[in-house]
């Protein structure tokens, strides 16, 4: 089990930044790739972005590409997005995922385990 628990959504204007966190626990944290997805109401949830085990190497739909950054630090066993020039569009619940195969990341068969998601609201 990793438990995952998200933080740092909340409202915002368009144009503006967020940044989320995701601290997972135990000791195998660096064993797993991560993921962000999010779902809006209305819509199925999708992929957002994702980090390898070692952080080398990350990955990112087109719709956030260039706006946003992921990152994670596995001495704090924490993974992180930073969200900036934000769109209405952007609003969803975020959640984090651990994956233990490294495979299919832009899935979310890829992931074992989930957050319960934070809310990110992006106002016009």
């Known amino acids: 089990q990793v438990p995952l628990v998200e933080s740092g959504g909340g409202l915002v204007q368009a144009g503006g930044s967020l940044r989320l966190s995701c601290a997972a626990s135990?000791?195998?944290?660096?064993?797993?790739?991560m993921g962000w997805f999010r779902q809006a109401p209305g819509r199925e949830r999708e992929f957002v972005a994702a980090v390898s085990w070692s952080g080398g190497n990350t990955y990112y739909a087109d719709s956030v590409k260039g706006r946003f950054t992921i990152s994670r630090d596995n001495a704090k066993n924490t993974m992180d997005l930073q969200m900036s020039s934000l769109k209405p569009e952007d609003t969803a619940v975020y959640y984090c995922?651990?994956?233990?195969?490294?495979?299919?990341?832009?899935?979310?068969?890829?992931?074992?385990?989930w957050g319960q998601g934070t809310q990110v609201t992006v106002s016009s």
């Open positions: 995922a651990a994956g233990s195969t490294g495979w299919a990341v832009r899935s979310d068969v890829g992931y074992d385990y």
């Open positions: 135990g000791r195998t944290f660096s064993n797993y790739a």
